[in-house]
């Protein structure tokens, strides 16, 4: 089993910049791709960004695509998402998650992951 908790998450105004941090414990960190997804209330979670194990495939949608960089680091169990140029439109709570699966366009569906972390909330004032 793989535990993930999340930080970074708090308030920034637009425009401004804020780098989320997922740690993993439990397993080994390289068995997984990592994901970062997004919710707010009412609606479902969403994709955000994806990194294979060894970093060499990444994903992004396309709301984030330019502004968002997801990057892992093996040696310290953990995945960033580095969120620049943010914009009222991407508050919401952001969830790490990972996979066990082999990378394939599966990476943009929440049910794919196995694990997911208890989120960190992100708002943007305008």
């Known amino acids: 089993q793989v535990q993930l908790v999340e930080s970074g998450g708090g308030l920034v105004q637009a425009g401004g910049s804020l780098r989320l941090s997922c740690t993993a414990s439990?397993?080994?960190?390289?068995?997984?791709?990592m994901g970062w997804f997004r919710q707010t209330p009412g609606k479902e979670r969403e994709f955000v960004a994806a990194i294979s194990w060894g970093s060499d495939i990444t994903n992004y949608a396309d709301s984030v695509k330019g502004r968002f960089t997801i990057s892992r680091d093996n040696a310290k169990n953990t995945v960033y998402l580095q969120m620049n140029r943010l914009i009222p439109g991407d508050t919401a709570d952001y969830y790490c998650a990972a996979a066990s699966s082999r990378y394939s366009v599966n990476v943009y569906n929440v049910g794919t992951y196995g694990y997911w972390g208890q989120g960190t909330q992100v708002t943007v004032s305008s």
């Open positions: 439990g397993r080994t960190f390289t068995n997984y791709n």
